[in-house]
């Protein structure tokens, strides 16, 4: 790779990529055990890598201030790097953690994925980096173990307490599918998802309002999921059926009792989205993906005038149904819509914004992607 060359002065020893993702449904629900149904972008991040072996990690970001970013692989420090180093960093600090024998590397990335936008960007620079190093330092992990890897760095390097949604959908999502996850155990199946076919569109609305994970609120939301499965003496929310959840509700403080009745109709809307496209019904989705964004809206509360704007604006403009996806507070959201609409579901959502004044939005078609790979 040319650019790898001119910052380090020598050809990569690979390349390889790892994709962002759109979550069709299933929000909030992977730090409760729960199910989620993303679909991996064509949108990655692309390492070119070679080892060192002098125990330097160099990286690289062709999106960056142009300087190369140099540290120790043996002395990782999260309270050290900054900015996107920490998640290529956090990668080989986590592997390191886990007694695997990564060594210095330099590191050359050039992502298109969204920042900021709940596109899963920090996944996609974590996870092109996992799967490097697994091939380089053969450590012969799997996907997953990979997936947990990436988490890790992002739990305990970088400070967010996300769950591994999105790891896993960067690193096991297939082309032409959506990834259906238990992600208690990690059971995953590929479930075909065939929008040409059915003359659908998936089109994805970057509010351009950016979000940050770190900032407490993702955290406090997490934490009061988990007062709540305490309260009920349940091992996680994904414990509570349906049915059971207005008996649960009342035994909870008023504050908990959306964040649960989110949790529980959220794991609802998976399974019945999963039996719909299982049925070959995926403009049945529509109207899932709408009651999953009023659930975000009004009980879990991770929405904001932006993303309410988007996907009202799409589904009176004949979207078969949208939603935010992603942590929230900003970012994106997705609209499913006739592929004969689609220029008029776009055209829509941008006047209304301009009318609004906010940000011009970044709209987008998401074609269902693979997951990690080697390029070269
Ligand atoms: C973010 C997190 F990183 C995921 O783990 C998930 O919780 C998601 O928000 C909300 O569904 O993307």
């Not at 020598?10 to 729960?34: F, K, M, Q």
């Not at 914004?353 to 070269?376: I, K, N, Q």
């Amino acid at each position: 790779m040319t650019d790898f060359q001119s910052v380090f002065g020598a050809a990569p020893e690979g390349v390889w990529a790892a994709p962002g993702r759109v979550n069709l449904i299933g929000e909030h629900t992977d730090y409760n055990d729960g199910f989620v149904l993303p679909v991996a972008l064509p949108h990655s991040a692309v390492a070119a890598v070679r080892r060192r072996d002098d125990g330097l990690l160099r990286l690289y970001s062709a999106q960056g201030d142009g300087l190369v970013t140099e540290l120790k692989a043996a002395e990782l420090d999260p309270a050290a790097v900054t900015g996107w180093a920490r998640y290529p960093a956090g990668v080989v600090w986590a592997l390191r953690e886990a007694g695997h024998p990564v060594g210095g590397l330099d590191v050359h990335i050039d992502s298109d994925v969204p920042t900021g936008a709940g596109l899963s960007s920090s996944a996609a620079l974590e996870c092109v980096l996992a799967a490097a190093c697994n091939e380089l330092y053969g450590l012969g992990l799997t996907p997953a173990e990979l997936a947990l890897t990436a988490q890790r760095a992002e739990n305990d390097f970088v400070g967010v307490p996300c769950g591994v949604m999105d790891q896993m959908a960067s690193m096991c999502c297939a082309e032409g599918g959506a990834l259906f996850l238990d992600t208690r155990d990690l059971a995953q199946r590929q479930v075909p998802l065939d929008l040409a076919g059915a003359g659908l569109r998936l089109l994805v609305v970057d509010t351009r309002v950016k979000h940050d994970l770190g900032d407490g609120a993702y955290a406090g939301l997490r934490a009061g999921c988990e007062r709540a499965a305490a309260l009920l003496d349940l091992p996680a929310l994904r414990d509570l059926p349906p049915a059971a959840l207005d008996g649960a509700l009342v035994q909870l403080p008023a504050e908990l009792r959306p964040l649960v009745r989110h949790v529980v109709t959220e794991n609802a809307r998976v399974e019945q989205a999963v039996a719909l496209l299982d049925a070959g019904d995926l403009a049945g989705l529509g109207p899932v993906l709408t009651a999953g964004h009023a659930s975000l809206r009004d009980d879990y509360r991770v929405s904001c005038p932006e993303t309410d704007l988007a996907v009202a604006t799409a589904v009176a403009a004949g979207a078969l149904g949208a939603r935010m996806t992603g942590g929230g507070f900003g970012g994106s959201v997705l609209a499913l819509v006739a592929a004969a609409r689609l220029e008029q579901v776009a055209a829509a959502v941008l006047d209304a914004f301009a009318e609004a004044g906010h940000t011009t939005p970044r709209v987008f078609p998401a074609v269902p992607s693979a997951g990690a790979r080697r390029l070269s």
